[in-house]
């Protein structure tokens, strides 16, 4: 595939409401979950939230990140019409932030916009904690060479509109 | 999250039309895509269809999953409303199989049962060759207690019925 221009890469990333991130256990395995996340500062932003959690589960992913931080972020479009699917897999450094850091703000700023649950979920849950995700590379894949795209075009309107 | 029962289990697998694989690239780097799959024979069976590849990539995967058998499997469901997430995480160890596998008429029937898009895509590519997945361990998680059999109630009626 031809490389991604960068504003259909980050219009995808603005629109995509889930993505699963692949990382590894603490016994290398492989593992991947699914996260929400936003875009701010050139980087993506997932946040530990107050969505309903197990005990213990969350401080492990941290765990798990700190020891191991490269990751893939996978985002991927399935649809029965299947010369509609595409995916697109970024390579990603994690790592886990807390308040004082300088592009705290603009991320918060980010998933509240880009997430309403946001208005009555608690962006964080005990202490203010997220996993910030540097892509160093992007593959992509689509059934159909304009999939992205006419996914895209087929996304309603954002926020304030 | 006490244990999930197996109807529930093999019901989520038998209707969910995707899932992602998370593997162990050649660097031993994390890395998930999206596959279809379909349950037979106690295990879940994922074909290297006739949806468009790209060149190489395909041969690449076997030969991770060949290299380091011990993968993840994520379902998960996202929806606007936070209140209806949830995600099954299976531990399986992969098993690349052609055609003369003993189960290999009862995983093809299994696709194309749960896929009519086989009808029009090709089931295999160049050669008949199917990734087997046998899970050794299932973890999951629901924002409501009920989220999964709440899922599972919503999805429409399958094949003949």
Redesign the interface.
């Known amino acids: 595939?031809p490389p991604l221009p960068d504003p259909t890469l980050t219009a995808i990333l603005d629109r995509m409401?889930?993505a699963?991130l692949?990382?590894?256990e603490l016994d290398?395995?492989?593992?991947?979950?699914?996260i929400v996340f936003a875009r701010a500062a050139g980087a993506l932003w997932s946040p530990i939230d107050g969505?309903?959690?197990?005990g213990g589960?969350t401080l492990g992913r941290l765990a798990r990140l700190e020891r191991?931080p490269?990751?893939?972020l996978?985002l991927?479009h399935?649809h029965?019409d299947?010369s509609t699917?595409w995916?697109l897999?970024l390579?990603c450094i994690a790592q886990v932030v807390v308040g004082e850091h300088a592009q705290w703000a603009a991320a918060v700023a980010a998933l509240v916009d880009k997430y309403p649950?946001y208005q009555t979920?608690p962006l964080f849950r005990d202490e203010p904690i997220m996993v910030r995700l540097e892509w160093t590379s992007v593959t992509w894949?689509a059934?159909?060479p304009d999939g992205l795209t006419r996914w895209l075009a087929a996304q309603p309107a954002r926020g304030d509109d």
Do not use: N, S
């Not at 290398?28 to 699914?34: N, T, V």
């Not at 969505?51 to 197990?54: A, E, G, L, T, Y």
């Open positions: 595939m409401p889930v699963r692949a990382l590894r290398d395995e492989p593992a991947a979950l699914p969505k309903r959690k197990r589960a191991a490269r990751v893939m996978v991927d399935y029965p299947w699917l995916w897999r390579r649950q979920t894949w059934a159909a």
